[in-house]
């Protein structure tokens, strides 16, 4: 007992490093993937950084018109590529009329609190598998200051995925274009 006593400050030490690194880690990955001079514009469904909102607006009212979204100021797409069909609702964030990024929120459509394989700590996991093989991301599970707790988060280029729990039944996922606020 005395011999845990005599390491305590170490061990207090390190657990404050590792709990101070993971915002600086954050800031670091942010920081690599701006200066490594990729830019990865493309998100999904034809949908991309720097899409006017003329452009996004003509682009979704085809798509409406074809019956692969339906609204117009929330957009609602049917996703069949997870185990389970789901549910994304999103609408882009502008700045200077173009795509700055876009806020996703994905449910399972069969989702009840009985259900729970359909909650939304599979659906990340799903998420997250469906992403890497579509993107070629590597997500790792970081604290984001912005957020105030941790999400998985890959970054390529000026593309941040960050991909994190809502509510039971929903997971947010964000498509952020870091080289708009640099």
Known sequence: MIRIFKHLPTI??????ISCSSEQSYDSLVKEGLSS??????????YHFGM????FHSSSMEMNRRGEITGYTKVVYRL???????IMEFYPIFLDGVIEEIPV????????PWNEHLFSNELIEDIKEYYIEIYDAEFINIFVPEL????YVDIQGNREIRIYQDS???VMVHFID???NQ
């Open 12 to 17: 207090v030490i390190v657990f404050l490093i």
């Open 37 to 46: 001079g990729i830019v990865a514009d493309s998100l999904f469904l034809g």
């Open 52 to 55: 006017s909102i003329e452009e």
């Open 80 to 86: 069949e590529s997870l185990p389970y069909p789901a």
């Open 105 to 112: 929120t994905i449910s399972y459509e069969g989702w009840a």
């Open 148 to 151: 105030n707790s941790e999400a």
């Open 168 to 170: 039971p039944s929903t």
């Open 178 to 180: 870091l080289s708009v």
